[in-house]
């Protein structure tokens, strides 16, 4: 079982980006998914979850407004866009999947993929 986040870059303040978390070696059409992104010296941070049929987002409030999570079950794939990225949206972006709580926000996931690294210049 394997997730892979890809998509990271550089982007100039003010630009946007997508990333990608495509899933394999199981289908994750009923898990709820997330984001997380961790920055140097920082905690790890919760970004934004997506519930199975994608009926029901969640944001952390630095990017509410500013990322849209979406996913694609027929693809095993799950989106994050970017937009009106700031310098502090700099982080490695972890994609997750199957959290052990209802609390998407602060539950202990059992599926990670490796990073992909966003780096916005100001």
């Known amino acids: 079982v394997q997730l892979q986040a890809y998509g990271g870059g550089l982007v100039q303040a003010g630009g946007s980006l997508r990333l990608s978390c495509a899933a394999s070696?199981?289908?994750?059409?009923?898990?709820?998914m997330g984001w997380f992104r961790q920055a140097p010296g920082k905690d790890h941070e919760f970004v934004a979850a997506i519930t199975w049929s994608g009926s029901s987002t969640y944001y952390g409030d630095s990017v509410k407004g500013r990322f849209t999570i979406s996913r694609d079950n027929a693809k095993n794939t799950m989106y994050l866009q970017m937009n009106s990225l700031k310098p502090e949206d700099t982080a490695v972006y972890y994609c997750a999947a199957d959290p052990n709580s209802p609390d998407y926000y602060r539950a202990e996931y059992d599926y990670w993929g490796q990073g992909t690294l966003v780096t916005v210049s100001s």
């Open positions: 070696g199981r289908t994750f059409s009923s898990s709820v």
